[in-house]
C-alpha cells in the first residue's frame, strides 16, 4: 500500500468516530433533575384535651393557610427547613394552601 493510500485510510478510521461523537452524545439520556419533596400534613390522634395537632414538610418557607372542616382556619407561617406545626386545634379535617397549592391532611378520622 503506497503511502498516500495509507494516509487516507488512517484519515477515514479517525475522523468516523469523531463524526459519530456529537450524535452519540445526544442518545444518551439526560439525567432528571432531583425532584422538589411533595408536601404533606397530617394530624395527630385526638388528645386526652380533646384537641388535636398538626403538622407538616416540605412546603415553601412563608406564609401559608390552613383551613379546617370545623371551621378553625388562619395564617402559620412555615419555616426555613419547610416545616410547621399548629398546636392544640379543634378534631377536623384540614388542608393547607400556600401558592396556588393545596395539601390535604391525613390522619383524620372523623
Do not use: W
Not at 411533595?38 to 384535651?49: E, F, I, Q
Request: glycine share 14%; hydrophobic share 40%; proline share 8%.
Amino acid at each position: 500500500m503506497n503511502r498516500h493510500t495509507r494516509l487516507l485510510a488512517l484519515t477515514a478510521l479517525v475522523a468516523a468516530p469523531l463524526a459519530a461523537a456529537p450524535t452519540a452524545l445526544a442518545a444518551v439520556p439526560q439525567s432528571p433533575q432531583a425532584a422538589v419533596p411533595a408536601a404533606t400534613c397530617s394530624v395527630s390522634g385526638v388528645l386526652d384535651n380533646g384537641k388535636v395537632h398538626l403538622s407538616g414538610g416540605g412546603f415553601t418557607p412563608g406564609p401559608a393557610y390552613v383551613h379546617g372542616s370545623a371551621g378553625f382556619g388562619g395564617t402559620v407561617e412555615i419555616a426555613q427547613n419547610g416545616g410547621f406545626q399548629i398546636m392544640n386545634v379543634p378534631p377536623a379535617q384540614y388542608s393547607l394552601r400556600q401558592g396556588g397549592e393545596l395539601t390535604q391532611c391525613s390522619g383524620f378520622n372523623g
